[in-house]
């Protein structure tokens, strides 16, 4: 497997206007993420953008970034048409798609979900934690993978949902929004219509499911900080200042 790992960055947010160019200990949070992806020291790594300044960011401390579409929908979007403007010979066969608001990913984090995808069967894998605390069992903003173990820490994957689920007593599980795909896994889920579930759960990943694509979740050890307001800005600079 050839592996390129694409982040993929937009200026639109409501609740944190101009996040990806946010200050984060003196440069802009994408540049944190970038060097968490660099940090990985696993594929290339590029930035997808639909905006300039991030781009300009990117490039100023020697990366790769690529100009794509303003009307993508969601980052699989715009990661498709990042891979198919980096590599139209398609050179890449695995694709590793880091939120570009995961400023304290780990390397181990990302570097997990390759060994998934060297499964013939597995079409997309995703990292996943162990839920700790009351507070992440019930908070619908926290989805929980259900799935049935096939190896230590590995699962197959067979719903996500922002309830608190499975029922009973058991361990429950963190899913982290970061995903390797194999790239005719990719091409093939881009061309799809949104689900009924997916609409329901707003969860674009029961797309996958519901139309007989295998994902595989790999457990990790840690929950990386998502920044969607100014309070998880402030936090992601402490725990940049620590490290």
Known sequence: ??????????????????????????????????????????????VATDTPEIADAIQAVGGNAVM???????????????????????????LLNVQGDLPTVAADTIRAVVEPLKDVEVDISTPVALIHSDEERTASSVVKMIGTPVSPRRFRALYFTRATAPWGEGPLYHHIGLYGWKRAA?????????????????LEQLRALEHGMRIDAVEVDEVPLGVDTLADLEEARRRLAGN
């Open 186 to 202: 990719l091409e093939r889920f881009v061309q799809l219509s949104p689900s009924p579930l997916e609409q329901r759960e707003k």
């Open 68 to 94: 794509t579409s303003p009307d993508h929908p969601s980052g699989s979007d715009r990661i498709y048409e990042a891979i198919s403007r980096i590599d139209p010979e398609k050179r890449y066969d695995l």
């Open 1 to 46: 497997m050839k592996p390129v790992i694409i982040i993929p960055a937009r200026m639109a947010s409501t609740r944190l206007p101009n996040k990806p160019l946010a200050d984060l200990n003196g440069e802009p949070m994408i540049v944190a993420v970038w060097r968490r992806a660099i940090e990985a020291d696993l594929a290339t790594v590029w």
